[in-house]
């Protein structure tokens, strides 16, 4: 099946620092998502982009679409502490009878203050 | 509006015993997802349920575990006779779409 690599693991970073994190496929995704996770939460919905190439902010974010459809990439700039979590990617192909997000194994960030 | 609710947060039971999980969709979405997630894993796909019908279960782990939807609403996810391994974190998420979907904050199910 299909699966995502999603790198780095993890990132301990300071307070004010800008954050990068991608994702990658053997396969095409015709959507791409990103959910961030509180610890003792559930994942949220941050950003979904759905043409390759699109480029979408969502405050101190911004996800791309990238352009082989293989992959995606999330940047947060000026990183604040409530940041901390788990930032999971999630890859979805539409057409026939399919239902699942392909999701990768997550990058835990920590922000130092 | 009100987002995906799931109860009860936290759950302890003895091994042996059945437990039942509820989650409460956003009203109107017509796909439902169960996950599970171990510690510092990532999301386990379980089952997915349209409307009342469960078209793959295939997630499932063994028979022990169960999975109904009433009402194109509310959901339960049965586990009998648990074992410790199934001590993890069990998400839910509704989706009007299969595509964007919106997560519980999760039960959190330990066995001893």
């Known amino acids: 099946g299909q699966q995502l690599n999603q790198s780095p693991q993890s990132m301990f970073i300071q307070e004010g620092e800008d954050v990068s994190m991608n994702c990658t496929s053997s396969s095409i995704f015709n959507t791409w998502l990103w959910y961030k996770q509180d610890p003792g939460e559930g994942p949220v919905l941050l950003i979904a982009l759905y043409k390759a190439g699109e480029l979408t902010s969502n405050g101190r974010l911004t996800a791309q679409f990238g352009i082989t459809r293989k992959d995606s990439f999330l940047n947060i700039s000026a990183s604040i502490p409530s940041d901390v979590g788990i930032y999971f990617c999630a890859g979805y192909n539409s057409g026939g009878s399919n239902y699942k997000l392909t999701f990768g194994k997550g990058t835990l960030l920590t922000v130092n203050p | 509006g009100a987002g995906v609710s799931q109860s009860p947060s936290n759950k302890v039971t003895e091994k042996g015993k059945d437990v039942e999980l509820r989650c409460d969709p956003i009203s109107g979405h017509t796909a439902l997802y169960w996950y599970r997630q171990s510690l510092g894993q990532g999301l386990e796909f379980l089952i997915y349920?349209?409307?009342?019908?469960?078209?793959?279960k295939s997630g499932l782990p063994s028979d022990r575990f169960s999975a109904e939807r009433t009402g194109g609403s509310v959901s339960t996810l049965t586990i009998q006779r648990t074992q410790q391994e199934d001590s993890a974190v069990y998400l839910c998420a509704s989706s009007p779409d299969r595509i964007e979907q919106y997560f519980g904050p999760g039960t959190r199910l330990t066995v001893t």
């Open positions: 349920f349209q409307g009342n019908s469960a078209p793959d």
